[in-house]
């Protein structure tokens, strides 16, 4: 999916980053970064470990201020906005679900109303009606009960996504959303946020699922984009031996049609 052109009039989870940066002790951790998801758009970022994607999110997301540029939700600058206006309209799911709270999975999805209320405001028949839908939705209705931290990492996952889901967002960022999870949820959380219909921006480490379920992807490498496109245009022999420093051979599968990374191993000593 293309992005619209810079004239294109903001739309409902239009996200664009415009020179976002984010220093510590003189160091760029994030570098200048430009960066759009069009509406409805799932938009991978990916890079190799400390290439700045958890803290450019952060920087979306509103736990860091940038310390140059912005970043923009249709057209409005996200840390001009307070905390609860912001979650009104951004929702996040971390890479770890864990929590000490003993809070249940029902407790925890109706978390997501919060920036809709009240300090303390109750909830409402139709705050509850969301919570269930959300956790129908998502595959966890059954553990409505269990206490958050007895749930499988999938399992917590999940019920992140549906607290997402009852903060009604046009922007969904999620950092390593399939982090120690196995195979099966990583393709169900996945497959789960595509058809929310919402705008969605995600770090991934795994660059054959960022191929597959992503529209576009920008390349990290020292805090700077050293590549974006389609994840045909992006996923390269060349772009991964020079970012990754590894020996790779890419080719198209014959079913999905995605790009798929095969890595080599590095020839014997």
Not at 121 to 138: G, N
Not at 219 to 226: E, F, I, K, P, T
Request: proline share 7%; aromatic share 4%.
């Amino acid at each position: 999916m293309t992005p619209p052109p810079a004239t294109t009039a903001p739309r409902a989870g239009d996200l664009r980053t415009e020179g976002l940066s984010y220093e510590v002790a003189g160091r760029a951790l994030v570098d200048a970064v430009d960066l759009s998801a069009a509406p409805g758009e799932t938009v991978g970022v990916v890079g190799p470990n400390g290439s700045g994607k958890t803290t450019l999110l952060r920087c979306v997301y509103g736990t860091l201020h940038p310390t140059a540029g912005r970043a923009l939700l249709d057209g409005d600058d996200l840390h001009a906005l307070s905390a609860k206006a912001r979650a009104r309209r951004l929702a996040t799911v971390p890479q770890d679900g864990q929590a000490a709270f003993e809070l249940t999975v029902r407790q925890v999805v109706a978390m997501g109303r919060s920036p809709h209320k009240r300090f303390w405001e109750a909830d409402t028949a139709a705050d509850e009606d969301l919570v269930t839908a959300a956790l129908a939705r998502v595959g966890v209705a059954d553990l409505a009960d269990r206490v958050f931290p007895s749930l499988s990492g999938g399992e917590r996952q999940r019920a992140l996504v549906a607290r997402a889901l009852v903060q009604e967002p046009t922007l969904v960022v999620l950092d390593e959303p399939t982090n120690h999870l196995d195979i099966r949820y990583q393709l169900e959380i996945l497959s789960f946020v595509r058809g929310l219909g919402t705008t969605n921006l995600l770090a991934l480490h795994d660059l054959n699922l960022a191929a597959y379920y992503c529209d576009r992807l920008y390349v990290l490498d020292a805090g700077r984009v050293v590549a974006s496109g389609t994840p045909e245009k992006v996923l390269t022999a060349e772009l991964l031996a020079t970012v990754y420093g590894v020996t790779a051979e890419v080719d198209v599968h014959p079913k999905t049609g995605a790009p798929t990374v095969v890595y080599l191993p590095p020839p014997a000593s």
